[in-house]
């Protein structure tokens, strides 16, 4: 296969039921690229195709994971805005400055049930306490000259 | 109809911590208490809540990392809206307190970490006190520097008509002459 044209760079794992080191040097002596005796386990096959192809393999798990979208996703100054009304964001953003908790919570309460979902979020993140990323995108966007 | 008087608004304390839990247990505590309580988890927006709003006292942790509770009172101090806020530290025993820098930063009381909630009732409640005499008596000392303005303007309103009477009472005598 070595000897092929375009069979000198194809990485090539010599797989073999023998655990022999002799086997292993013989493989590798004829232009193998490494050695898997069988039988081998599922991920080391996969690792040695990944380390020698170049290849990176996404697990579903992996992919499950955030940042997706959800709960836990950071809430957009776009999607404040649609959601309340700018009276109230302008309220709640000098609650937040003054880290007035209590007020927060019944600013909150004040929202129609239209913007449950990101006055659901706002609850949660006030009540760890976390002002900060309400500020960040309630601050009203007009900045004194 | 309530004909009595209205009660006085809550005393509002700004509680500092940046263990969510312990900000949690102290808020809850005393806001049972009847106090209005003002949570914030860091000494960044402790400061922007303090200026924004002067509470009428800080409950301030030490051992918090960027800004830690000394150079927040020490910054409250510089600030004369926040001045004269009374600042009590709370501490964990076994971390680091340095009770001389405490006081010397402008810090009046300390508490250490694990207390009994009794025990920060009391000191709260006994610094909110002393605050309050001695907001009274900033009130009635401006009051009374008012009062003296005011008598000595008289005073001196008095002796300008005085000055006058006397003046043209003279007068005709040198217009007959």
Not at chain 1, 28 to 36: R, W
Not at chain 2, 119 to 143: F, I, P, T
Request: hydrophobic fraction near 45%; charged fraction near 30%.
């Amino acid at each position: 296969m070595r000897s092929l044209p375009r069979g000198a760079e194809t990485p090539i794992v010599a797989v073999t039921a023998s655990a022999f080191e002799e086997n292993r040097r013989g493989a590798i002596e004829a232009g193998a690229d490494d050695f898997l005796g069988k039988p081998f386990r599922e991920a080391d096959l996969f690792e040695m195709i990944g380390r020698l192809a170049g290849v990176r393999f996404f697990y579903a798990e992996e992919m499950a994971m955030p940042p997706a979208a959800g709960p836990g996703a950071p809430l957009s100054r776009e999607q404040l805005e649609a959601a309340l009304p700018a009276t109230l964001r302008t309220r709640l953003h000098e609650a937040a400055i003054r880290a007035d908790y209590t007020e927060l919570l019944a600013l909150l309460d004040e929202a129609g049930p239209e913007a449950s979902e990101v006055v659901a979020h706002l609850r949660d993140r006030v009540e760890h306490f976390d002002y900060q990323s309400l500020l960040s995108i309630s601050e009203p966007e007009i900045v004194k000259a | 109809m309530n004909d009595r008087p209205p009660a006085p608004p809550a005393p509002d304390i700004l509680v500092v911590d940046d263990t969510e839990a312990n900000l949690q247990l102290l808020s809850g505590m005393l806001r049972e208490r009847g106090y209005k309580v003002r949570p914030v988890p860091n000494g960044r927006l402790a400061l922007q809540a303090a200026k924004s709003a002067p509470p009428d006292l800080i409950l301030l942790d030490i051992n918090m990392p960027d800004l830690d509770g000394y150079e927040v009172c020490a910054q409250l101090k510089r600030d004369e809206r926040t001045a004269s806020v009374p600042v009590l530290f709370i501490s964990a025993l076994n971390e680091t307190m340095d009770k001389v820098l405490a006081f010397g930063v402008g810090g009046l009381d300390y508490i250490t970490k694990p207390f009994q909630f009794e025990e920060v009732d009391a000191r709260v409640a006994a610094h909110l006190k002393l605050r309050r005499l001695q907001v009274d008596l900033e009130e009635r000392n401006s009051e009374l520097r008012r009062t003296n303005a005011e008598l000595r303007r008289l005073q001196e309103l008095r002796d300008n008509l005085t000055h006058m009477i006397v003046h043209d009472l003279r007068l005709p005598w040198l217009g007959c002459c």
